[in-house]
Protein backbone atom coordinates (compact mmCIF):
# COMPACT_ATOMS: atom_id res chain seq x y z
CA UNK A 1 0.00 0.00 0.00
CA UNK A 2 1.29 3.60 -0.61
CA UNK A 3 2.07 5.88 2.26
CA UNK A 4 1.72 9.17 2.49
CA UNK A 5 5.61 9.60 1.37
CA UNK A 6 4.86 7.97 -1.90
CA UNK A 7 1.55 9.72 -2.81
CA UNK A 8 3.19 13.09 -2.01
CA UNK A 9 6.43 12.00 -3.94
CA UNK A 10 4.17 10.67 -6.96
CA UNK A 11 2.40 13.87 -7.19
CA UNK A 12 5.38 16.05 -7.15
CA UNK A 13 6.48 14.13 -10.18
CA UNK A 14 3.16 14.57 -11.68
CA UNK A 15 3.09 18.36 -11.63
CA UNK A 16 6.62 18.62 -12.64
CA UNK A 17 8.00 19.78 -9.01
CA UNK A 18 11.26 18.75 -6.58
CA UNK A 19 10.12 15.32 -5.19
CA UNK A 20 10.62 15.92 -1.34
CA UNK A 21 12.38 12.64 1.01
CA UNK A 22 10.17 13.84 3.96
CA UNK A 23 6.81 14.87 4.03
CA UNK A 24 5.76 15.38 7.73
CA UNK A 25 7.67 18.47 9.32
CA UNK A 26 8.89 19.72 6.27
CA UNK A 27 9.43 23.76 5.61
CA UNK A 28 9.56 23.80 1.82
CA UNK A 29 6.54 25.58 0.83
CA UNK A 30 5.94 23.35 -1.77
CA UNK A 31 5.68 20.38 0.65
CA UNK A 32 3.68 21.77 3.04
CA UNK A 33 1.28 22.53 0.53
CA UNK A 34 0.90 19.18 -0.67
CA UNK A 35 0.48 17.77 2.86
CA UNK A 36 -2.03 20.11 3.34
CA UNK A 37 -4.05 19.09 0.28
CA UNK A 38 -3.83 15.78 1.08
CA UNK A 39 -5.04 15.67 4.43
CA UNK A 40 -7.94 17.75 2.50
CA UNK A 41 -8.28 15.61 -0.19
CA UNK A 42 -8.34 12.55 1.97
CA UNK A 43 -11.19 13.99 4.21
CA UNK A 44 -13.43 15.20 1.74
CA UNK A 45 -13.03 11.72 -0.33
CA UNK A 46 -14.55 10.19 2.87
CA UNK A 47 -17.61 12.60 3.70
CA UNK A 48 -18.23 11.89 0.19
CA UNK A 49 -19.54 8.30 0.28
CA UNK A 50 -20.46 5.40 2.66
CA UNK A 51 -17.25 3.71 1.10
CA UNK A 52 -17.06 -0.55 2.33
CA UNK A 53 -13.71 0.14 3.75
CA UNK A 54 -14.84 2.94 6.47
CA UNK A 55 -18.15 0.85 7.33
CA UNK A 56 -18.46 -0.71 10.33
CA UNK A 57 -21.01 -2.21 12.91
CA UNK A 58 -21.89 -1.16 16.94
CA UNK A 59 -23.59 -3.31 18.62
CA UNK A 60 -24.96 -2.68 22.23
CA UNK A 61 -27.18 -3.77 24.79
CA UNK A 62 -29.38 -1.41 26.20
CA UNK A 63 -30.34 0.21 29.09
CA UNK A 64 -33.45 0.90 30.22
CA UNK A 65 -33.37 4.59 29.97
CA UNK A 66 -33.66 7.16 27.29
CA UNK A 67 -30.32 7.74 26.50
CA UNK A 68 -28.30 4.86 25.91
CA UNK A 69 -25.14 6.45 26.89
CA UNK A 70 -21.47 5.82 25.50
CA UNK A 71 -23.27 3.73 22.29
CA UNK A 72 -21.94 6.22 19.57
CA UNK A 73 -18.33 5.14 18.91
CA UNK A 74 -15.24 7.91 18.75
CA UNK A 75 -14.62 7.27 15.17
CA UNK A 76 -18.58 8.15 14.30
CA UNK A 77 -19.23 10.33 11.19
CA UNK A 78 -23.22 9.19 10.04
CA UNK A 79 -25.56 6.30 10.32
CA UNK A 80 -25.91 4.10 6.91
CA UNK A 81 -29.44 4.59 6.72
CA UNK A 82 -32.12 1.90 7.42
CA UNK A 83 -29.16 -0.59 9.46
CA UNK A 84 -30.62 0.09 12.90
CA UNK A 85 -31.95 -2.73 14.29
CA UNK A 86 -33.56 -4.01 17.47
CA UNK A 87 -31.84 -7.79 17.24
CA UNK A 88 -33.87 -9.25 20.44
CA UNK A 89 -37.54 -8.45 18.73
CA UNK A 90 -35.89 -8.20 15.55
CA UNK A 91 -37.52 -4.84 14.69
CA UNK A 92 -36.20 -2.24 12.43
CA UNK A 93 -35.15 0.79 14.30
CA UNK A 94 -36.35 4.37 13.23
CA UNK A 95 -34.76 7.45 12.73
CA UNK A 96 -32.68 9.36 12.89
CA UNK A 97 -35.69 11.76 13.63
CA UNK A 98 -35.08 15.30 13.13
CA UNK A 99 -35.52 17.46 16.49
CA UNK A 100 -39.36 19.10 15.61
CA UNK A 101 -40.39 14.85 15.25
CA UNK A 102 -38.86 14.26 18.66
CA UNK A 103 -40.36 16.78 20.33
CA UNK A 104 -43.52 15.85 18.85
CA UNK A 105 -42.96 12.16 19.73
CA UNK A 106 -42.43 13.46 23.52
CA UNK A 107 -44.78 15.13 23.72
CA UNK A 108 -47.88 12.98 22.46
CA UNK A 109 -50.25 11.40 24.78
CA UNK A 110 -49.67 7.95 23.54
CA UNK A 111 -46.53 6.39 24.12
CA UNK A 112 -44.60 5.36 20.82
CA UNK A 113 -44.97 2.01 19.61
CA UNK A 114 -42.48 1.59 16.84
CA UNK A 115 -38.54 1.44 18.30
CA UNK A 116 -37.51 5.77 17.37
CA UNK A 117 -33.75 6.59 17.83
CA UNK A 118 -32.04 10.18 17.52
CA UNK A 119 -28.70 11.77 17.91
CA UNK A 120 -28.12 14.88 20.29
CA UNK A 121 -24.55 16.12 22.05
CA UNK A 122 -23.18 13.21 21.27
CA UNK A 123 -25.37 10.86 22.77
CA UNK A 124 -28.17 8.36 21.28
CA UNK A 125 -32.13 8.81 22.40
CA UNK A 126 -34.28 6.37 21.71
CA UNK A 127 -38.10 5.84 22.35
CA UNK A 128 -39.97 3.91 23.97
CA UNK A 129 -37.42 3.56 26.36
CA UNK A 130 -35.57 0.07 25.78
CA UNK A 131 -35.93 -3.25 27.24
CA UNK A 132 -32.81 -3.32 29.38
CA UNK A 133 -30.30 -6.31 27.89
CA UNK A 134 -31.86 -6.04 24.80
CA UNK A 135 -29.25 -6.34 22.06
CA UNK A 136 -29.31 -3.53 19.39
CA UNK A 137 -27.17 -2.78 16.24
CA UNK A 138 -26.65 -0.35 13.19
CA UNK A 139 -23.93 0.64 10.60
CA UNK A 140 -21.83 3.43 10.83
CA UNK A 141 -19.19 5.11 8.07
CA UNK A 142 -15.61 6.02 9.86
CA UNK A 143 -13.97 9.05 10.34
CA UNK A 144 -10.98 7.21 10.73
CA UNK A 145 -9.44 6.57 7.31
CA UNK A 146 -5.18 6.68 8.02
CA UNK A 147 -3.54 3.60 9.39
CA UNK A 148 0.15 3.09 10.79
CA UNK A 149 1.69 1.09 8.15
CA UNK A 150 1.73 -2.65 9.00
CA UNK A 151 -1.99 -1.70 10.51
CA UNK A 152 -5.03 -3.97 10.02
CA UNK A 153 -7.44 -1.53 10.78
CA UNK A 154 -7.41 2.72 10.50
CA UNK A 155 -6.93 4.47 13.20
CA UNK A 156 -6.33 8.32 12.51
CA UNK A 157 -8.39 10.68 11.04
CA UNK A 158 -5.93 12.26 8.95
CA UNK A 159 -1.72 11.28 8.11
CA UNK A 160 -0.04 12.21 11.18
CA UNK A 161 3.61 10.47 10.09
CA UNK A 162 5.03 9.95 6.27
CA UNK A 163 4.72 6.08 6.54
CA UNK A 164 0.97 6.41 7.35
CA UNK A 165 -1.05 4.58 5.14
CA UNK A 166 -5.08 5.69 3.36
CA UNK A 167 -7.48 2.84 3.42
CA UNK A 168 -9.24 5.14 0.66
CA UNK A 169 -7.71 4.25 -2.99
CA UNK A 170 -4.85 5.93 -3.27
CA UNK A 171 -5.16 6.79 -6.59
CA UNK A 172 -8.21 8.76 -5.83
CA UNK A 173 -6.21 10.43 -3.39
CA UNK A 174 -3.64 11.40 -6.06
CA UNK A 175 -5.79 12.21 -8.42
CA UNK A 176 -7.29 14.81 -5.78
CA UNK A 177 -3.83 16.22 -5.06
CA UNK A 178 -3.19 17.12 -8.64
CA UNK A 179 -6.39 18.84 -9.41
CA UNK A 180 -6.10 21.35 -5.96
CA UNK A 181 -2.80 21.88 -6.38
CA UNK A 182 -3.03 23.05 -9.95
CA UNK A 183 -5.87 25.56 -8.62
CA UNK A 184 -4.46 26.62 -5.53
CA UNK A 185 -1.18 28.05 -7.75
CA UNK A 186 -3.62 29.71 -9.77
CA UNK A 187 -3.06 26.96 -13.19
CA UNK A 188 -5.84 25.79 -15.54
CA UNK A 189 -6.76 22.37 -13.35
CA UNK A 190 -10.40 21.94 -15.24
CA UNK A 191 -8.98 18.88 -17.18
CA UNK A 192 -7.52 17.58 -14.43
CA UNK A 193 -11.06 17.89 -12.40
CA UNK A 194 -12.74 16.05 -14.64
CA UNK A 195 -10.60 13.26 -14.69
CA UNK A 196 -10.94 12.79 -10.72
CA UNK A 197 -14.61 12.83 -10.78
CA UNK A 198 -14.81 10.53 -13.30
CA UNK A 199 -12.02 8.63 -11.47
CA UNK A 200 -14.43 8.51 -8.10
CA UNK A 201 -18.13 8.20 -9.88
CA UNK A 202 -16.22 4.47 -11.44
CA UNK A 203 -15.06 4.02 -8.12
CA UNK A 204 -17.88 4.66 -6.37
CA UNK A 205 -19.97 2.73 -8.08
CA UNK A 206 -18.10 -0.60 -7.88
CA UNK A 207 -17.48 0.19 -4.27
CA UNK A 208 -18.40 -2.85 -2.01
CA UNK A 209 -20.43 -4.62 -5.08
CA UNK A 210 -24.16 -3.79 -6.09
CA UNK A 211 -27.17 -6.22 -6.62
CA UNK A 212 -28.27 -7.50 -9.65
CA UNK A 213 -31.52 -5.62 -11.05
CA UNK A 214 -33.89 -7.14 -13.12
CA UNK A 215 -36.44 -5.08 -14.75
CA UNK A 216 -38.88 -8.14 -16.16
CA UNK A 217 -39.16 -9.78 -12.10
CA UNK A 218 -37.56 -12.92 -10.72
CA UNK A 219 -35.82 -15.39 -13.14
CA UNK A 220 -36.56 -19.09 -12.97
CA UNK A 221 -32.53 -19.90 -12.74
CA UNK A 222 -32.45 -17.00 -9.71
CA UNK A 223 -36.30 -17.23 -7.68
CA UNK A 224 -36.87 -14.93 -5.06
CA UNK A 225 -36.58 -16.89 -1.97
CA UNK A 226 -40.08 -17.56 -0.49
CA UNK A 227 -41.81 -19.56 2.64
CA UNK A 228 -41.76 -23.13 1.33
CA UNK A 229 -44.07 -25.96 3.00
CA UNK A 230 -42.63 -29.64 2.54
CA UNK A 231 -44.17 -32.35 0.52
CA UNK A 232 -46.08 -34.91 3.07
CA UNK A 233 -49.57 -35.98 4.79
CA UNK A 234 -51.15 -32.83 6.62
CA UNK A 235 -53.38 -33.65 9.31
CA UNK A 236 -55.91 -31.06 9.00
CA UNK A 237 -58.24 -31.75 12.00
Not at 160 to 176: K, M, Q
Request: a negative charge; aromatic letters at 10%.
Amino acid sequence: MSSLVDIVGDVATRIGIHVPAAVVGSSDPNTRLLLALTQQEGRDLASRHPWQVLTKEKTFTATATEEQANVIPADFDRFVDSTFWNRTENRLVLGPVSAVDWQALKSDRIQAVHDTFRQRGNSLYMLPTPTAGATYAFEYVSTYWVGLTGSTTATLDEFAGDTDIPYLDAELIRLGVVWRYLRARGLDYAEAFQSYELAVKRKIGRDGGSPTLNMSGPSDRYPIPRATIPDGSWNLS
